[in-house]
């Protein structure tokens, strides 16, 4: 999915997997590229329990965001959404897979998809 300049074609999805021990969990990450949104799974097993989509908001500096599947009380999902809405400027949708939602936990996750985003800024 190059174009002939060697960057990635603007219309067309780029995908790029991903993973992490954080903590004592093995913990896989699934970034899809489209032209202008991202799609990112969080988990540890094949699972689509959760979905949330966040963007930006021209009238406020905190990204709207809603969930789309799973629990609604469950705001993980959601909460990453807003945060990657935030740094990328784009629509975020986010599956967020993991039975441990502690913020701890989730910081940790978030600085692990911020350090993939600095080494292959291409792929987000």
Not at 34 to 61: I, K
Not at 63 to 77: E, Q
Not at 85 to 110: G, R, W
């Amino acid at each position: 999915m190059e174009a002939a300049g060697g960057g990635a074609a603007p219309d067309c999805i780029g995908l790029h997997d991903f993973s992490g021990q954080l903590g004592e969990q093995r913990v896989h990450f699934h970034a899809m590229r489209l032209q202008d949104s991202l799609f990112l799974w969080v988990g540890a097993a094949p699972a689509l329990s959760s979905l949330a989509v966040a963007m930006c908001n021209p009238r406020d500096s905190v990204p709207v965001s809603t969930s789309l599947l799973g629990d609604p009380s469950d705001t993980a999902s959601a909460c990453l959404a807003q945060r990657l809405a935030k740094k990328t400027k784009k629509q975020v949708f986010v599956s967020y897979n993991l039975p441990n939602t502690d913020s701890s936990f989730t910081l940790l996750i978030e600085n692990r998809i911020k350090e993939e985003m600095m080494a292959f800024p291409e792929k987000f």
